[in-house]
């Protein structure tokens, strides 16, 4: 079974700054990676994936993440923050190995970026 | 990517009456998803449906509290029966797309049980 740990309730950062958002994951077999961003009141927006290839993803709304297999870790970066990019962000992963290709969820990271 | 939308975008329902959520995709589409978001939680899947059989609930969610239809493959639809406050949170729908089975979500349903 895969597993997805998000170890930060809560990120708070200065505009203008780095933000990471912190992922680790767990499967069995080769994973597929994504994050996902909720703003309130909307449902989840797709932001990158990783499935092979560069271990650096780059998504919308420049964001990045970083696949790091001997981490199984899947961060999320953004290189100069905005007060807009304050929102909760899910990571997920998909086993492939799984006939399913079953999405399974991160508890969430809300991220607060102060002007 | 897909658009998908979903009907009603909230309300507010009695208790042990029931609410059917419309799901609607702008395209053809083999899976879709009904996930379950309670406040302040991440995502849980309720169920997968396919057009042309049976969804299939994960542990925790039976067919009888949330039966499901998919009729053809761009709509589906959740019912929640015999609503408790418990099952206040916000429903949303989700399908298969893109190269690679990326999933797209719908904006969600909020529902408010009284």
């Known amino acids: 079974a895969q597993s997805v740990a998000q170890p930060e309730d809560q990120v708070n950062v200065a505009e203008g700054n780095p933000l990471t958002v912190k992922c680790t994951y767990s499967v069995s077999g080769n994973p597929y990676l994504f994050w996902y961003v909720q703003y309130p009141n909307r449902g989840l927006q797709f932001l990158l994936k990783y499935i092979t290839g560069d271990n650096l993803v780059k998504g919308s709304y420049g964001f990045e993440a970083e696949f790091n297999k001997s981490q199984t870790s899947f961060h999320l970066k953004k290189p100069s923050a905005l007060v807009s990019d304050s929102a909760l962000y899910f990571c997920?992963?998909?086993?492939?190995?799984?006939?399913?290709?079953?999405?399974?969820f991160g508890a969430g990271t809300q991220v607060v970026v102060t002007p | 990517s897909a658009v998908i939308s979903q009907k009603p975008s909230r309300d507010i329902c009695q208790r042990g009456t029931s609410l059917t959520i419309q799901c609607q995709v702008d395209?053809?589409?083999?899976?879709m998803f009904w996930y379950r978001q309670q406040p302040g939680q991440s995502l849980t899947l309720i169920a997968t449906?396919?057009?042309?059989?049976?969804?299939?609930?994960e542990s925790g969610f039976v067919i009888d509290k949330f039966p499901i239809s998919r009729p053809n493959l761009t709509f589906s639809t959740l019912t929640v029966s015999n609503m408790s406050p418990e099952d206040s949170s916000i429903y949303l729908c989700s399908v298969d797309a893109g190269k690679v089975n990326e999933q797209f979500f719908g904006p969600g349903t909020r529902l408010t049980v009284l």
């Open positions: 395209s053809q589409v083999t899976m």
């Open positions: 449906a396919n057009q042309g059989s049976e969804a299939t609930y």
């Open positions: 997920a992963v998909r086993d492939m190995t799984d006939s399913w290709g079953k999405l399974q």
